[in-house]
């Protein structure tokens, strides 16, 4: 198991940018897929983005398509989320989630989350 802590959360104006990080530690941070989820009040959470172990495949939820990017360094055991072109529908807390091996789309499939990181954009 790997243990996540993001940062990098707060508030931003519509059309703003923000970067989150997820620190991981424990051990072979580089078996992991790594995926952004989020879940906003009264909803349920929702697949963001999500990496392969060598960062080769990305997979982007379509509302996020082409304004997120997500990045891993394995050097720094860090996965990143960029997040341009913020809408008040963003608005959100943001987890970093990892999985054994295989890359997923779904939440139920990663078994390690971070404590998540809020993230506020204002119209």
Do not use: H
């Not at 983005?49 to 997979?59: D, N």
């Not at 990143?80 to 890359?103: G, H």
């Amino acid at each position: 198991q790997v243990q996540l802590v993001e940062s990098g959360g707060g508030l931003v104006q519509a059309g703003g940018s923000l970067r989150l990080s997820c620190a991981a530690s424990g051990r072979a941070f580089s078996s992991y897929a790594m995926g952004w989820f989020r879940q906003a009040p009264g909803k349920e959470r929702e697949f963001v983005a999500a990496m392969t172990r060598s960062a080769g495949s990305t997979y982007y939820a379509d509302s996020v398509k082409g304004r997120f990017a997500i990045s891993r360094d394995n050097a720094k055991n860090t996965v990143y989320l960029q997040m341009n072109s913020l809408k008040p529908e963003d608005t959100a807390v943001y987890y970093c989630a990892a999985r054994w091996f295989t890359i997923a789309t779904m939440s139920q499939d990663y078994g390690s989350w971070g404590q998540g990181t809020q993230v506020t954009v204002s119209s």
